[in-house]
């Protein structure tokens, strides 16, 4: 059986996505920024929207 690619063809460039993908660091500072924009937004809209407290 014969390999369909010969020797001397360059080799397929790796996609984009998937060198993004296979970057560990990446995805944990995509994961941590991510997760402290939601969670600020968050509280930030939290404070935003109270009531204002009755004092006695």
Do not use: K, Y
Not at 14 to 26: E, G, H, M, Y
């Amino acid at each position: 059986m014969t390999d369909l690619r010969s020797d001397d063809s360059p080799p397929e460039p790796i996609p984009l996505w998937q060198r993004l993908f296979d970057n560990v660091w990446l995805l944990l500072a995509l994961g941590l920024a991510i997760m402290f924009a939601i969670f600020t937004a968050w509280g930030l809209w939290e404070i935003l929207t109270l009531p204002p407290a009755e004092l006695p």
